[in-house]
């Protein structure tokens, strides 16, 4: 049976990571960092927000794409939820509603990777949302 | 809510709207029950509020009338023939268990707690998570701070740790024997 997984494979992974990080400019890097926040309220996480943050990650893993994803509490848009918050770098932050798998892919491929505009935007005055 | 692992994640919410910044999931099993207990220092509840919370639609919340996760849970712990209990004091924190009786045909299974635990961990990168499954005699713990030592200058809400702590988690759960379904 192979090693199970431990802290020490952790410190490796973050030396490796430190190597490529350092590579580049770190003023650079923190300016390019695209933020994507999860809504994790309860009628989210029944409408499936677990599966779309686990994927989500997994993507942008895969992709090496530079991002941090965290979680939200409750953005009030229950009606479309799962929904996320996504800001890249230098622009508003933009929220998306009814993000299930197949969503969450189209929103890394268009609007995260290309720039390009993805629909299900949810109108608002372009605020960034905090639980209530 | 398909399984506990959902109600995990969803429970540790609330700690965290309570501005908890220290929550400790403890998960110990045996071969009758699941126990969960979730421990927050967050802003407590005062006795009105404490009443009212196994209400379905009690919450202090404002952009929404209802507030479920606790009833639900309940229900859900209750069909099992177990139970839901709340203990808490304003200012000092809230303790919440639930008891879930696996041999009942209605209980919930316990779900990818795994990846609960990580995108907690992970997402929530504020907070201390302090995480640990008993298994009969066997456990397994993790926290946030473990992994911040590590991670250095390394957000802990990069994508890369996000995925190595749920395998890192699903491999030791393994190790200590839990089913997940
Ligand atoms: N850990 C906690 N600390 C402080 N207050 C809590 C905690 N958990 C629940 N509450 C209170 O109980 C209410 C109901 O919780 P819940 O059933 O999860 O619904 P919701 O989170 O949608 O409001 C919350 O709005 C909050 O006032
Ligand atoms: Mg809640």
New binding site residues.
């Given amino acids: 049976m192979a090693k199970i997984k431990s802290l020490e494979d952790l410190k490796k992974m973050r030396e490796d990571m430190k190597n490529k990080i350092s590579l580049r400019e770190k003023g650079e890097r923190i300016d390019n960092l695209i933020q994507i926040k999860v809504s994790m ?2 009628c989210g996480i029944a409408s499936g927000a677990k599966e779309t943050m686990d994927y989500m990650v997994n993507e942008l893993d895969n992709r090496a794409v530079d991002a941090v994803v965290t979680q939200t509490g ?1 953005m009030g848009y229950c009606y479309a939820e799962p929904t996320i918050e996504v800001t890249l770098p230098g622009e508003e932050p933009v929220i998306f509603g009814y993000v299930d798998t197949d969503k969450a892919q189209e929103i890394i491929d268009k609007y995260i990777i290309k720039g390009e505009p993805v629909d299900g935007i949810i109108p608002v005055n372009f605020k960034s949302i905090k639980d209530e | 809510m398909k399984n506990i692992s959902e109600h995990i994640l ?2 540790v ?3 965290i ?2 501005k ?1 910044d220290n929550i400790e999931i403890l998960i110990s099993e045996t071969n009758q029950e699941i126990n969960i207990h ?1 421990t ?1 220092n ?4 005062d006795k009105t ?2 009443q ?3 209400d ?1 639609f ?4 404002t952009t ?1 009338k ?8 309940n229900q859900h712990a209750e069909q099992s023939g177990g139970w839901l209990k ?1 203990i ?1 004091e304003k200012g000092e ?2 303790k ?1 268990t639930a008891k879930f009786l696996k041999n009942n045909i209605d209980c919930l299974p316990m779900g990818d707690i795994y990846t609960s635990i990580a995108l907690l961990i992970s997402g929530n990168p504020e907070q201390n998570i302090i995480f640990r499954y008993k298994k009969n005699d066997k456990q397994y713990s993790i926290s946030s701070m473990e992994i911040k030592e590590i991670l250095e200058d390394i957000p802990l809400n990069n994508p890369k740790v996000a995925n190595f702590l749920k395998e890192m988690i699903k491999e030791n759960l393994e190790n200590i024997k839990v089913s997940f379904n």
């Fill in positions: 309220a309860t409750c | 969803d429970i919410q609330n700690s709207r309570a908890a979730i927050d967050g802003m407590g509840m509020i404490l009212k919370v196994n379905p009690f919450t202090t919340r929404r209802v507030g479920l996760g606790i009833p639900l849970l709340i808490s924190g809230t919440l």
